[in-house]
């Protein structure tokens, strides 16, 4: 049976998982919670955090605050000025191969490399999301009307796309060939790059605030319906003409988070009212893991043997679901 540990998380937590075997928990409210042997709390920022990403190796946590700073934090509880934008509101953060991270304000997004080398991408309008592509060093950023591509180590041209409306969240498929934004209307865009051939998924009751893909990268999981929707990506045309996959429905619920696990096809789904379920692809079987809380799930994160799953509320309430005993 699944167990949980709660921990002690002041405010909403604006992101949960793992560095390593170190869990984390990075609280709007500035504190930064770390559990492992034994609990620590770091406070880097001088007010409120606003964006938190843990390294794609594991090895620290980035996070951003309306101080204008972004730190790296590590799991023995050091903390690192990586960059400064004095006087700036950083609230988007990428973290990409080799150590890259990228941050935005307003209409500048800034790639810092793992060398130190730092590029500035000025764009018509506000950035609304970043990622890096799962090999490279090329940075999407989505804004209103598309997105855009950069070569984030050279000076290469941009690559545009285009569709008309703002685009906030944006992903790489781990292929790299798909790009998937999260509208500001209820739906999701994406382009496949090799011909920027468009891609509409639609329907939604609400804004898709969270996406996760599967760990062979067939299907994206997605919040902002009364289920998980899986879009397939399989073939070259991704979901076009295919029926999503509805996992974990609710009559009266809306999905609030999703985390695909690593190793399995299988993903954890978080609910407006704080309840945690677990559901399987093939044959939809559902296994309850929390009840419901006080609020609705915020984030959540598998480890990288996906034996624990970390999550947080909106409402302050965190902690680790450990399958096994």
């Known amino acids: 049976m699944p167990t949980i540990a709660p921990v002690d998380v002041d405010g909403f937590v604006v992101r949960a998982g793992f560095l390593k075997t170190t869990v984390f928990f990075a609280s709007g409210e500035g504190d930064i919670t770390l559990s492992g042997e034994g609990e620590k709390k770091l406070r880097p920022h001088k ?61 500048v997004a800034w790639a810092r490399l793992g060398d130190g080398r730092e590029k500035e991408f000025t764009h018509e309008r ?20 598309g997105a855009t591509l950069w070569w984030a180590g050279t000076d290469g041209p941009p690559t545009e796309f285009s569709w008309k409306g703002a685009h906030l969240g944006v992903s790489f498929s781990p292929d790299g060939k798909f790009l998937v934004t999260a ?8 382009w496949r790059l090799s ?38 990506f399989q073939g070259k045309t991704g979901p076009m003409g295919q029926s999503p996959l509805q996992l974990g429905a609710r009559t009266d619920l809306l999905v609030s988070a999703v985390a695909c696990h690593p190793k399995e096809d299988v993903v954890a789904i978080g609910y407006q009212d ?22 609705p799930v915020s984030t959540m994160d598998w480890d990288a043997d996906g034996v624990r799953l970390a999550f947080g509320t909106e409402g302050g309430e965190a902690g680790i679901i450990s399958l096994q005993d």
């Open 183 to 190: 509208m500001q209307e209820n739906a999701l865009h994406g």
């Open 126 to 145: 506000a950035v609304g999301g970043l990622a890096f592509a799962p090999k490279g060093a090329r940075l999407a950023v989505s804004r209103y009307d």
């Open 47 to 107: 007010a409120g955090l606003l964006a938190a990403e843990p390294l794609k190796d594991g090895t620290g946590l980035i996070t951003s605050g309306d101080d204008g700073c972004l730190y790296r934090c590590g799991s023995d509880a050091s903390v690192e000025l990586v960059a400064e934008r004095p006087r700036k509101w950083i609230d988007l953060i990428a973290t990409g191969p080799s150590g890259a991270v990228a941050f935005a304000c307003g209409r």
């Open 274 to 295: 704080g309840s945690v379920s677990m559901c399987r692809f093939g044959d939809k079987a559902e296994v309850h893991l929390r009840r419901p809380g006080n609020s």
């Open 195 to 232: 011909d920027a051939q468009d891609m509409r998924m639609s329907g939604y009751p609400a804004k898709v605030k969270s996406f996760s893909w599967s760990y062979k990268g067939k299907f994206l999981a997605t919040s902002g319906a009364n289920a998980a929707i899986l879009w397939p």
